[in-house]
């Protein structure tokens, strides 16, 4: 059993900062990539940042030099530090691990539940 679970959404104010962070479980052995994605209520969704377990990260171009994605695999974990947040960042975040090896096989593309973040302005 693989599960995700997301945290660290919250409300704050434009100029603010939130960290999230998503734990994956079970017997896991490694992840290849993990990744933030977010969704704004009308809009599509929108790959935030990627982090690879070699290190090789990327960013979309709304978010770049503002957040920092980064993980823990000790932990299983990947955290999104989001600086000078932006009202236009409101939406629910979700995290995604794609190729994780576990002692049952290997898997790719699963989703946590999502954590809301809301930018005040």
């Known amino acids: 059993q693989v599960q995700l679970m997301g945290s660290g959404g919250g409300l704050v104010q434009a100029g603010g900062s939130l960290r999230l962070s998503c734990a994956a479980s079970?017997?896991?052995?490694?992840?290849?990539?993990m990744r933030w994605y977010r969704q704004a209520p009308g809009k599509e969704r929108e790959l935030v940042a990627t982090?690879?377990?070699?290190?090789?990260?990327t960013y979309a171009d709304s978010v770049k030099d503002r957040f920092t994605i980064s993980r823990d695999n000790a932990k299983n974990t990947v955290y999104l530090q989001m600086n000078s947040l932006k009202p236009e960042d409101t939406a629910v975040y979700y995290c995604?691990?794609?190729?994780?090896?576990?002692?049952?096989?290997?898997?790719?593309?699963?989703w946590g539940q999502g954590t809301q973040v809301t930018v005040s302005s």
């Open positions: 995604n691990a794609d190729g994780i090896s576990t002692a049952w096989g290997t898997f790719k593309d699963y």
């Open positions: 079970g017997s896991i052995f490694r992840i290849n990539v």
């Open positions: 982090i690879t377990s070699g290190g090789r990260i």
